[in-house]
């Protein structure tokens, strides 16, 4: 009787627990499903930051989604994190087998690994074309395999013309044989296939941004804006559009209309933070810094949570030195979250700029744990080991760099500092060329875009014009230097570079003349300063020496670290004139310990001079 009584009594409960752990499971579906769609509303609106969080929470919300890490895989991408695009596109494919966009897109991804992974690429290949075998993608990844593999350009030229074949109306194909004839470095037959797709599909947005991009970098600027007129015409909300015309405007400085492009992409996404944000990015090119700052400014009054904006304010107070202000935004941060990943990364790159690489290295490797494969991270950490003297780690994080992100062109100026760092000036001058040329080819992408591939070729000709300067090639160093000096008339670093060659050809009232144009666009450049000063001593203009290190020192009052390298740069204008008790007396005032003095001076703490200068622009 009580074993009947019992069961009586426990079915209710059972009852219950079913219905209960039922509605845990349909709230759990609901919400995963609410994340996907959100997340996909922002992917459409290029808020790829916004949706890679809400993927992220649709994930954690089901470990098992394959709609989850395709999102994820696809706010990866656009954000240019390599490794995290490959691990969500394996883990999509492997909850759906049926999704054959992301074989097809994990087959390419497969083939940008190093060496590249042929023969699992073949294995989704099949796979794709046994299930569909009418879908375009899979004949794409066909041809990128049979160029992976080496085979004549004709035999990958005809794979891709049967894709098209199967839907000529398709114009991501002629955009695929475009940019296969300009890796090929054949650029008349890329302009054909270009202009085959728009003439066969002529109402598509993006084949007049990929033609106004071709155009742009075969610099046929009048042409290449009249083709993105012709899309944001056919598109006039269209983001890509205005993007691409935004960029096309900034990469050719014409920044009055590259302004009005911005102002209408905010204007379109209804004055978003997002929005706003890319405005704020492009008045920091456009080096209108406190427009930048006041527009992040305005976004954090509005929306004090809107992390993005705060990374890029930081960023901003880091460019401009103002370190207590950037250290304002890292209590903001570690506030919001105190293990947030990008405000570990800005905390290093503000340890670094102040030279204390051992405490850059720690928040470093707290990412490290986090994300072993994260760009910035292993780019900082490079950065930070070279700093340090710790070649082989450095050239560790270099190496992961490349395996991980096989496109990213940065990792080419760390190559080039390696190699100054070990003495080789040949392997510098060799990794410089190396980078020109990447650059040269290089397609934007969500890992480089127009102004960074720009930068990273000016970058590479001012890194090859100091290897030649090294290398005793005076006509070439100063070839290089002066067009870097051309090209970024606002650069002071670039005029510091050029004084160089004037230095070495001994033309020291030349090197005075250039460091002043250096100064005036940086009165704080202690790079400047030091130059201004060793020269005014080999022309025995001492007494302007001093006169300099003077007014340094009342423009920088308050800054002990500053004021005592100044004080010790003024003891050896002493003992060059042959003063020593001045200089003794200097010495003695000095409040900062030598290492840092010698960090400001040579950017080393030995006092002897650093072998980093192809890193400076």
Known sequence: MFNRECQFRVLPYFHLTIIVCLGLFLSACGSTASFIAKGEEYLQKR???????????????????????????????????????????????????????????????????????????????????????????????????????????????????????????RIESYISLERLYMTREKPAEAEDAIKRGIAAVPNAVNGYTEYGRFLMYSNRDNEAEAQFQKAIALGTSNIEAYEAIGEFYVTSRQMQKAEQAHLELVKIQENSPESRLVLAEFYAKANRSDEAVDTLNKILADSPEYVLARYELGQMYLDRKETVKVNEQLEALFTINDNDVEALLLRARLRLQESKSEEAVKDIDEVLKKQPSGREALFLNAQARLAMGQLDMANTSINDLAR????????????????????????????????????????????????????????????????????????EAKWDLEEVARLSPRSASAQINLAKVSLAERNFTAALAIYDKALALDPQNFDAVTGTVNTLIKLGDTAKAHAEIEEMMGVNAGKADVVAALRYLNSTVFTAEKNPSAAERNYSQLSTSMPTICRLIWRTPDCLPSRTEPMRL
């Open 404 to 475: 991980y992100h096989p496109n990213y062109l940065k990792t080419g100026l760390l190559k080039i500092q390696a190699a100054v760092t070990a003495g080789s000036t040949e392997d510098a001058l060799k990794f410089a060329n190396e980078l020109i040329n990447n650059a040269n080819s290089a397609t934007p992408n969500a890992e480089n875009d127009p102004q960074l591939i720009a930068d990273m070729r000016l970058r590479g000709v001012s890194a090859r014009g100091l290897a030649h300067l090294e290398l005793g090639k005076l006509p």
């Open 47 to 169: 808020k790829f930051h916004d949706a890679l969080m809400q993927f992220r929470s649709a994930a954690e919300s089901d470990p098992n989604s394959a709609a989850a890490h395709w999102g994820l895989a696809r706010a990866h991408e656009n954000l240019g994190q390599f490794n995290d695009t490959l691990e969500d596109l394996r883990k999509t494919v492997e909850l759906d087998s049926t999704n054959l966009e992301a074989k097809a897109k994990l087959g390419n991804y497969f083939l940008l690994v190093q060496p590249p992974l042929i023969s699992d690429t073949e294995k989704l290949r099949d796979e794709i074309l046994t299930a569909d075998p009418n879908f375009i993608e899979g004949h794409i990844l066909t041809a990128a395999i049979l160029a992976a593999e080496g085979r004549p350009d004709a035999e990958v030229v005809r794979q891709v013309n049967t894709a098209i074949g199967l839907n000529p109306q």
